[in-house]
Structure formats: structure tokens, C-alpha cells
């Protein structure tokens, strides 16, 4: 995806204005939040799992597996791991049409050993588009075998396993105003091709919750409102999406109250609701008056506001809850600046306010 746009707020020219500009992006219980000397636990603390009646997600890279550290972090606090990359088609397709199944594999195996869920993203996502199907003919029945056989082969080989798939992922434009156009639409229709993959999907694992994925849902109305819409176009096709994503990247300036909204929201189809991929950003916040101790109290604050609104939902409803990361180094955000510091787990793997801000939430 591209970056979300980062909310900027003017600078301040006095004490009062600060503090309204503060107030409206969010910061102004920031010194309620938890711990807001922002240092980590040097302790020991409950593995966040055990505390939660519906799986703690996280999403991994094989090559983090093999560091020691890292495996035991991930095994103590999360049931359920989605690949970070290697399961969608940059990686699993290959410029002769051909599949890997190498490190999907690595991470489904890593999974079982370990007893924890596997959760699969993602199979058709506008941003992949893979020489071997750009480069197959415009017959729309080629194209279209090609796409059943790349869904089926995959849902097919972790049927029984993966808990779900993002069968659609990312089909909002930006700025909320219409679906994406891309190859998918483009050679199999800008709602068929959704319908398609979910029923092809729906095909290859009978059980498989099945799901479509979004992301600044939160903080653009126009972005949920299309994307509920779109929900509604599919179950009155008869697609049989049976989940809903909401990524829930953001960042810490979000004001508060925006979350709870938007997961109640999603609830409302009655679907199962997977928070799928939350981490907060520190560095994309706005309000460069505001401490970097505030943004880390306030990104507390939202995580717990996240846990709490997905707690308070009727049971049969929680997919799950999916941090998109465990220590902050790794996560893809310190790709873009490598200050930010958006998860539960510093570089040493110790637990961050946020961490004890998610605990609390789930004891309350
Ligand atoms: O975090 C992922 C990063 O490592 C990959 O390079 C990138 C492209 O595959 O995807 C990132 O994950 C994205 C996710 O798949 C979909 N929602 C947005 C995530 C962050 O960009």
C-alpha cells in the first residue's frame, strides 16, 4: 500500500493554541495512558495469549524464525501467525507461471510445530500483479482458469490448517471515493472478480473463514463507507465472504473513540471482524509540540481502545487480533524511518507500555 497520509498539524504560537491542536489530534488524555514515562518492563509479563479468549495474531518473515530470541517472543504471546510476504504473489509466483511453496510452507510448518493458527494473506491484492498473468493473453477464459488455479492451489494446500484467507485485500481507492482499478478488475470485472475469488476460495476449504481486508478505515469516513458498501454489493451477489479486515494501521494521533467506531461498525454485518494488521506510528503522528513521551502514551491508549472494542464483541464474532509485527526493529514502518517505534516489543524484546496497555485491556 502507500502511506497512509500523516495528518500534519501547524505549528503552535502559543501555549493555547497547542493545546487545542493537541485536543484534536488526539493527544489529550495522552497523560492518562499507562506508564507515560514510556520505559519498557525489564520484568517478566503474562504471555499476552493466555489472557485473550480469541487468538493474538502477529505476522513473521521465515528468515526471523531461525533467531532464537525472536521464536520464543513469538510463541509466548501469539497463536496465530500471518506471513508478512511470502504468501502473497511477489513471492508464490514465479515469471513462468510456476508457484513456490518454499517459505509458505516454512511458516505454515513453524505453525504447526508450535500449535498456533495460521492465518493466509493474501490472495488477490491489486498491488500484485505478476508478469505471468500480465503476460497471459487477453482471453478472458485463460485468465480466468489461471486465477482459480492459483486460488485453489493455495487454499487447497493449507485447507484444514489455515484458520482463513484475505481473499480480497485493498479493494478501496484512497481516497474513498470508488473500488481500485487493476489487472484483476480489469480482465474479470471490478465486482466479479471479488465474487470469483471468494467462491473459488470458498471451493478449496469449506471451513476457511473467509475475508476482505482494508485499511484506513479509521481515520477516513469515506474509505469505511465505500468499503461497507462494497461488503453489501458482495453478500448481495452471493459471495460467500463470511469475515472482515480492518488493518488498522495508524497512528498515534488518531483521536480517540475513532476505533471503537469503526470496529462496531464492521461488526454490524454480523461476519466475523479480524483487527488484522494494527501497529501504531509514532513518527507519522503530527504535532511536532507534542513530547515523544505523549505520542507513546497516546499509542498506548489506542491499542487498548483496539482491544477493548474487539473484546466487547459478541464472541462468535472475534476472528482475531493481529499486531503486524513483534519488536519494533522489525516492523515495515522502520523501513520508511527507522526512529519509529510502532509495536508491543522493543528491540531487546521487552514489553513497552503499550504491551501493558493491551494486558489491561484484556482484564478488564
Ligand atoms: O509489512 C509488509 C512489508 O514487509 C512488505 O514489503 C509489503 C509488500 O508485500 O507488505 C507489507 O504488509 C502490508 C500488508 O500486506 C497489507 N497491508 C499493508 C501492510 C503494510 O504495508
Not at 108 to 117: E, I
Amino acid at each position: 500500500m502507500g502511506a497512509p497520509p500523516t495528518p500534519t498539524l501547524p505549528p503552535s504560537r502559543g501555549k493555547g493554541v497547542s493545546r487545542r491542536l493537541a485536543i484534536a489530534s488526539g493527544f489529550a488524555l495522552a497523560a492518562c495512558g499507562p506508564r507515560a514515562n514510556g520505559q519498557p518492563v525489564s520484568g517478566p509479563v503474562p504471555p499476552l495469549k493466555s489472557l485473550a479468549p480469541f487468538p493474538i495474531g502477529t505476522c513473521v518473515q521465515a528468515r526471523f524464525l531461525d533467531d532464537p530470541a525472536y521464536a520464543a517472543l513469538l510463541t509466548e504471546h501469539f497463536s496465530q501467525l500471518t506471513a508478512e510476504w511470502e504468501m502473497k504473489m511477489e513471492y508464490t509466483v514465479q515469471d513462468d507461471g510456476s508457484f513456490r511453496f518454499d517459505r509458505p510452507d516454512a511458516i505454515a510448518g513453524f505453525a504447526r510445530r508450535h500449535g498456533l493458527k495460521l492465518f493466509g494473506h493474501t490472495l488477490i491484492w491489486y498491488a500484485q500483479a505478476p508478469a505471468a498473468f500480465v503476460n497471459l493473453d487477453e482471453s478472458r477464459t485463460s485468465f480466468a482458469r489461471a486465477y482459480d488455479n492459483y486460488i485453489t492451489a493455495f487454499v487447497g494446500r493449507y485447507r484444514g490448517h489455515a484458520s482463513g484467507w484475505d481473499v480480497i485485500n485493498e479493494p478501496i481507492k484512497d481516497d474513498g471515493s470508488g473500488l481500485r482499478e487493476h489487472l484483476w478488475s480489469r480482465r474479470l470485472g471490478e465486482i466479479d472478480h471479488m465474487v470469483r475469488a471468494f467462491h473459488v476460495a470458498r471451493a478449496a476449504d469449506p471451513d476457511a473463514v473467509l475475508l476482505i481486508n482494508d485499511y484506513n478505515l479509521e481515520s477516513n469516513p469515506a474509505k469505511l463507507d465505500q468499503y461497507q458498501r462494497l461488503i453489501d454489493r458482495l453478500l448481495n451477489a452471493g459471495a460467500p465472504i463470511t469475515g472482515i479486515g480492518c488493518q488498522t494501521h495508524c497512528n498515534a494521533d488518531l483521536p480517540a473513540g475513532a476505533l471503537t467506531r469503526t470496529i462496531n461498525a464492521l461488526a454490524r454485518f454480523g461476519l466475523k471482524v479480524h483487527v488484522s494488521e494494527m501497529d501504531v506510528s509514532i513518527v507519522r503522528a503530527g504535532g511536532w509540540f507534542v513530547s515523544r513521551e505523549e505520542k507513546e502514551a497516546a499509542q498506548a491508549r489506542l491499542y487498548a481502545e483496539a482491544m477493548s472494542a474487539f473484546a466487547a464483541l459478541p464472541e462468535q464474532q472475534q476472528f482475531a487480533f493481529t499486531i503486524w509485527g513483534v519488536r519494533d526493529p522489525e516492523s515495515w514502518l522502520v523501513k520508511e524511518d527507522r526512529s519509529d517505534t510502532p509495536l508491543l516489543f522493543d528491540a531487546g524484546g521487552r514489553a513497552k507500555p503499550a504491551f501493558l496497555a493491551v494486558e489491561a485491556a484484556l482484564r478488564d
